[in-house]
């Protein structure tokens, strides 16, 4: 256990130095990585070849075909980014949907020659997609707690819009002013369409069934598939272009990123193949910790396995047993152990987590670069909810 913990921030470093010193493609950094890792692991051949193939299936049907959707849309339609205020709120809104790396792969265009800008989108989506109901990270970890979805939303609002604003002003700190002010129309609908789709997903997903059951949240669910949302965007913007362009529609510019996409999402199941995430998280169970306790579990399992929702899952399984000893067993108790576990569920991302590298390309960023912005910048957005969500914890 200890020598597959040690394994990860080896595997991190190797993948910087074939990216940036050979000039490996980052997807085959990645396959080289995660192969290293698995026979460094104590993993057979077979079981590698197994976890890593799920892994990027999964990755380029539920996020890949965002990619390239919002690729076409860019060659299409868009050659400015979104203004700073409109892409705030685009970050906030997406955060709201059923994936995270789903709605910035679709966000792609709001960040095009603007670093400064993608970067704070990002960091606020990650705050309100942990944080925040109809998000499926707060409804997980409010069903698991028993907490009050309610009750957890009028409580982690607030703390979601904070911690936003936390990683908006460290992304202004950490990049250098965007050169271009961008530009809002009509175009953009092609991208928000299928963002609020996304929303309309997470909200049909909720166990209270919000939208109808049976048939209509089928529908409602159907429509925000991943392979319906890249059509409809590609189309929108073939017809809101108001001309054929097949040059733009033969464009692959998208491939490398695709390729990452996959290859992160391959590396990802691999490493929760070794089993170690959650042995790891239980290092965290010390009732003396208190709501560390939701928060350090979450982070690890996110750490070590790039999956959020599963770090929330994790956690909370872990932690609602212990809610009577870490003094959270009240209703207010739960809301916050749930929100906590949230919290942790933000860091820290990098190479192992789609978002990153998604993160990393609307950023113009090397993996060297993305890790002391991107990754300190989920860190720094999970810690600022931590300590809001701590002070909450002596008021109520």
């Known amino acids: 256990m200890i020598l597959a913990a040690l394994l990860l921030p080896a595997a991190v470093a190797a993948l910087v130095l074939l990216v940036q ?40 049907e539920q996020t890949g075909l965002l990619v390239v959707a919002a690729g076409l849309v860019r060659a299409l339609l868009i050659q400015r980014p979104l203004p700073t205020p409109a892409a705030v709120t685009a970050g906030l809104v997406a955060g709201l949907g ?49 907490a009050d979805v309610l009750a957890g939303f009028r409580m982690t609002l607030p703390v979601a819009a904070l911690a936003a604003l936390g990683g908006w002003l460290f992304a202004m700190a950490s990049l250098p002013r965007d050169p271009d002010g961008g530009r809002l129309s009509w175009r953009w609908l092609a991208v928000a369409i299928p963002v609020a789709l996304l929303v309309v997903q997470a909200v049909a997903q909720m166990p209270t069934e919000p939208l109808g059951r049976g048939g209509e949240r089928e529908f409602y669910t159907g429509i925000s598939q991943p392979l319906l949302l890249a059509v409809l965007a590609v189309g929108l ?43 790891l998280a239980e290092q965290a169970l010390d009732p003396r910790l208190g709501l560390l306790v939701p ?10 396995q790039g999956n959020s929702l599963a770090a929330v899952l994790t956690a909370s399984g872990m932690v609602e047993p212990m809610l009577p000893a870490l003094g959270l067993d009240g209703s207010a108790g739960r809301t916050i152990a749930a929100a906590a576990a949230g919290a942790g569920a933000i860091a820290i991302c990098h190479v192992n987590d789609p978002f ?33 969500l701590s002070v909450l914890r002596l008021v109520l």
């Not at 698995?38 to 079981?47: K, P, R």
């Not at 033969?250 to 929760?272: E, I, K, M, N, Q």
Request: hydrophobic share 65%.
């Open 295 to 304: 928060f350090l579990a979450a982070a690890i399992v996110k750490t070590m």
């Open 98 to 146: 059923g994936s995270a790396a789903g709605g910035l792969a679709l966000l792609q265009p709001a960040g095009l020659s603007a670093p400064r800008r993608a970067m704070g989108l990002a960091l606020a989506l990650l705050a309100v997609h942990a944080l925040v109901v109809p998000s499926p990270l707060a409804v997980a970890a409010s069903a698991v707690l028993k």
């Open 356 to 388: 990153f590298w998604i993160a990393a390309h609307m950023a113009g960023m090397t993996p060297a670069r993305a890790l002391r912005v991107v990754s300190l910048g989920s860190l720094v957005v999970a810690v600022l909810a931590l300590a809001l």
């Open 237 to 279: 913007a073939v017809l809101m272009s108001l001309r054929w362009q097949p040059a733009a529609l033969a464009d692959t510019s998208w491939a490398p990123l695709l390729l990452t996409v996959g290859a992160a999402g391959g590396f990802a199941r691999l490493l929760d193949e070794t089993g170690v995430p959650p042995l």
């Open 21 to 60: 010193r050979f000039a490996l493609p980052a997807f085959l950094a990645l396959l080289t990585i995660a192969a290293a890792y698995g026979l460094a692991a104590d993993m057979t051949i077979q079981s590698i070849g197994r976890a890593f193939g799920l892994g990027f299936s999964a990755a380029m």
